[in-house]
Structure formats: structure tokens, C-alpha cells
């Protein structure tokens, strides 16, 4: 099995959890509108147009989001730019939850999901210049082979065309400054949660320049600081205490993400980059 049908299987049994616990949102919030007090969603919601605005979305653009899970952040930033999306996954259990909701909110002619092979990321079916933008949210880490994702992401922006998203990273904070150290905690969240290997600011900000794009921004949004969940103290009990599909295994996942972010190593990263007229 590779490791990309894993990555499947695993969504398969994470809907009921993920859902349960983050709606259509999987991913981490704006960290200052969080501190702010503004609720987990509208963190997401405002991180995601964050995003919106940096890759340039308007009505007449079109975009494509990598990893589009079951579609939350895909038809919000249809709904706020007028824009119009693909989302693509190798999974259609998701996408169709995807595409439902896009009915229920009346903007399935703004976005589109479709589902990919497992290693179809590395040959995306899509011309040279298609999109005026690509975007992801905590996806690419999930890639085994991310130097190819970006460049496919090159490939089928247009000349000017931009790239923005997010992503969980590792990196030494503290005691923990040797890979040794790192993977001390690192470790058992990959294994946990179908994820082959984070990278780092520095190394996305390379593989998005070896790809063709011009890195405009590469950033730790949590530089300094240990990360943080938008959990509360009763919801991170639920986490540790889910009794549903493969329980143990997503225990075991929150328990090893809140080892990490504590040691420091565990951080998301924010990314812009633009293809070169």
C-alpha cells in the first residue's frame, strides 16, 4: 500500500472524529483573532481570508484548493471573493460530503469537487496556465513527495499566478534543538496521524523556489512562541476521552500533538509565493 492510500484510508475513519469535533474546519485558526476571543470557526475564517487576499481572488478568477477535505474553507473563500474554485482529494467519501454542502449553501456553480489517485498529485489533471490561484490548508504535509506537489502546483498556475496556504512544520524550540530531540516528539504525531514527514519554514521556502515560484512569504505563525490549539479545556477532554471509529488511534494523535506543541517543535507555517511572468 502507498503511503498516499494510507493518507486515504485514514480520512475514511477521521470524518466522524474530525467532524465531530471541528465541523468543516480542520485546520488552525488566525492566531490573533483567537486571542482576540472570536470564536474557533471565525478564526479559521478570518485566517482563510488572509489567504483570499494574498493569492488575489476575485469574481472572474479561478482557483484550485489542494486537499480540499469536506469543503469548509473551499466555499468560504468562494463565498467572500466570488471566485470560483476546484477542490481536490484522493478521497470521495469527503468530496461528496463536500459537494453536498455546496448544494446546501447554493454555491456548487462556485466550487467543484473532484477526486484524484492517490499519487495523482505528482501529475495533476489540469493544462499548463490554468489557474489564476492554488491554495491549502494543513494538506501538503501529508504528501510524501512534496517537492513534486509543488511543482505541479507551478505548472498549472498562470504566468502571475499565486500560491498561498498553511501548513503544520516541525522546527527546534528549547531544549529540543537536534532532529534526534525533534523527532522525540514529532515522531509519534506523524505515525498518528498519517503524515510522512514535516518540513520545516525553510525547507517549504526552498522546495517552492526549486518549483519555479517566487516565495513572497514563509513565516512561522507562531515564531517565538509554543502553538496552540483552539480547544477548550472541556473539548480537549472529549479528544483525549473519543470512543468512536479507531478511538485509541485519534487519543493517541491529540495526546502526541499536545506533547509537541508543549515541547515547542510543533508549529504551522503561512506561505505565499507567485509564478514568474
Known amino acids: 500500500m502507498t503511503y498516499e492510500a494510507k493518507v ?4 475514511d475513519t477521521a470524518l466522524h472524529c474530525y467532524e465531530q469535533f471541528m465541523g468543516d474546519r480542520w485546520h488552525h485558526g488566525d492566531p490573533e483573532a483567537e486571542a482576540s476571543g472570536v470564536s474557533p470557526r471565525r478564526a479559521c475564517e478570518i485566517l482563510e481570508e488572509q489567504i483570499v487576499s494574498l493569492v488575489g481572488l476575485e469574481e472572474g478568477r479561478w482557483a484550485l484548493d489542494f486537499g480540499s477535505g469536506i469543503g469548509g474553507p473551499t466555499l468560504h473563500m468562494a463565498k467572500v471573493s466570488s471566485a470560483s474554485f476546484v477542490g481536490i482529494t ?7 460530503r463536500a459537494r453536498d454542502k455546496a448544494a446546501e ?3 456548487a456553480a462556485k466550487a467543484r469537487f473532484i477526486t484524484v489517485g492517490d499519487t495523482d498529485y505528482k501529475n495533476l489533471p489540469f493544462p499548463d496556465n490554468t489557474f489564476d490561484a492554488a ?3 494543513e494538506s501538503v504535509c501529508h504528501i510524501p513527495d512534496k517537492p513534486a506537489l509543488f511543482r505541479e502546483l507551478c505548472r498549472i498556475l498562470k504566468p502571475g499566478g499565486r500560491l498561498g496556504g498553511m501548513d503544520w512544520l516541525q522546527r527546534p524550540f528549547g531544549d529540543h534543538q537536534t532532529e534526534e530531540q525533534i523527532m522525540q516528539f ?3 504525531l506523524n505515525d498518528s496521524t498519517a503524515i510522512p514527514g514535516h518540513g520545516t519554514v525553510e525547507s517549504y521556502k526552498k522546495m517552492m523556489e526549486a518549483a519555479g515560484l517566487e516565495v513572497t512569504m514563509a513565516r512561522d505563525m507562531y515564531e517565538g512562541v509554543k502553538s496552540r490549539g483552539s480547544a477548550t479545556p472541556a473539548e480537549q477532554a472529549q479528544w483525549l476521552h473519543y470512543e468512536g471509529p479507531e478511538g485509541e488511534m485519534f487519543q493517541k494523535g491529540k495526546k502526541a500533538l499536545d506533547d509537541a506543541r508543549s515541547a515547542g517543535v510543533f508549529t504551522v ?4 509565493a507567485v509564478k514568474p511572468r
Open 8 to 11: 486515504r484510508e485514514f480520512y
Open 90 to 96: 484522493n478521497n470521495e467519501r469527503l468530496n461528496q
Open 105 to 107: 449553501l447554493g454555491l
Open 135 to 137: 491554495t491549502f490548508y
Open 186 to 188: 514529532m515522531r509519534p
Open 269 to 272: 507555517g503561512m506561505f505565499a
